[in-house]
């Protein structure tokens, strides 16, 4: 697992987007640092107001599907 791994330099690019009121979310901003402190590309998102899961009301919810298109951006800036 690359989050755990002490050696991350090297990886791709990486999009990281990271829930507020999320019982993981110190583990992803963790992540998010040591990778740029690796010196990979990396750009995250802390999302304001979500929770767990987020992603799965794009339906539904504005914020959601806000943060689901800055992702996609942000992925395909990544390969390009």
């Known amino acids: 697992m690359p989050a755990r791994s002490d050696e991350l ?3 791709p690019p990486a999009v990281i987007a990271t829930a507020e009121n999320d019982p ?7 992540y998010a640092r040591k990778l740029a402190d690796a010196g990979v590309p990396v750009q995250h998102l802390p999302v304001k107001g979500a929770i767990h899961g987020f ?3 794009t339906g539904s919810v504005q914020l959601s599907r ?3 298109n800055q992702l ?9």
Do not use: K, P
């Not at 996609?72 to 390009?80: E, K, L, M, Q, W």
């Open 55 to 57: 992603l799965s009301f």
């Open 66 to 68: 806000d943060i689901l």
């Open 9 to 11: 330099a090297g990886l």
């Open 72 to 80: 996609s951006d942000a992925v395909a800036t990544a390969f390009n």
């Open 24 to 30: 993981l979310r110190d583990q992803g901003d963790r």
